[in-house]
Nanobody
């Protein structure tokens, strides 16, 4: 069973940084891709970034390119999201998701109807202006 636990959220001022963690268990980490998504109050879920644990391929949504970096520590079964130059519009609950297929997660970044193998419960990021 895919189990994902996010952590690292909090309150930060605009221009600041946070690093989110997604700890994975219940599956063979190296065989999966992990993605970060977010949902702001009253808005639809949107994709942020995803990474293939097997070969390190990454994909980012345009709104975070150059500011956010996704990385994977396969020894720790953990995926990180380093968020720099945060803006108030980055405020959201951030979720991680896992799927065996990297290409499916890439599609999920822009298509809310795509189902993945599992989701975490999220961590709240609040960016004050």
């Amino acid at each position: 069973e895919v189990q994902l636990v996010e952590s690292g959220g909090g309150l930060v001022q605009a221009g600041g940084s946070l690093r989110l963690s997604c700890a994975a268990s219940g599956f063979t980490f190296d065989d999966y891709a992990i993605g970060w998504f977010r949902q702001a109050p009253g808005k639809e879920r949107e994709g942020v970034a995803c990474i293939s644990s097997s070969d390190g391929r990454t994909s980012y949504e345009d709104s975070v390119k150059g500011r956010f970096t996704i990385s994977s520590d396969n020894a720790e079964n953990t995926v990180y999201l380093q968020m720099n130059s945060l803006k108030p519009e980055d405020t959201a609950v951030y979720y991680c998701a896992a799927d065996r297929k990297y290409d499916l997660l890439v599609r999920a970044l822009t298509d809310t109807l795509v189902a993945t193998d599992g989701w975490g419960k999220g961590t709240l990021v609040t960016v004050s202006s």
